[in-house]
């Protein structure tokens, strides 16, 4: 069973990227390798980011696919495309997900 439908996947690619790269650069800047794991503002920073890119990526995906179609007998127009999912979810609604985890991790450390 596939859990995303489209170009859903990138959800999962652009934050994990996203926060593999936030890890990177805090751990370089403070010199220290659990500060990542330890505080919470490097992983807000991390899910903020990523729900910016994945609402302008999901918006921008949403406007772009899609065909529309004339029905022949009705004069219809219907528009045909692939929905971009993630876990059933449109992509674009996964930035207010996103946002709602980043404030979770805020406060949230190991």
Not at 14 to 39: K, M, R
């Amino acid at each position: 069973m596939m859990i995303w439908g489209g170009l859903g996947f990138l959800v999962a690619v652009i934050t994990f990227g996203c926060g593999l790269g936030t890890e990177a650069l805090v751990e370089a800047w403070f010199q220290d390798d659990h500060y990542y794991q330890s505080h919470g503002w490097p992983k807000f920073v991390s899910f903020v980011v990523a729900a910016i890119i994945v609402g302008v990526v999901g918006r921008t995906l949403k406007r772009r696919q899609g065909k529309v179609l004339i029905d022949p007998e009705t004069g219809d127009e219907v528009i045909v495309g692939v929905d971009n999912t993630f876990f059933f979810i449109p992509m674009e609604y996964w930035a207010p997900i996103l946002l709602v985890l980043a404030v979770v991790f805020l406060f949230v450390s190991d």
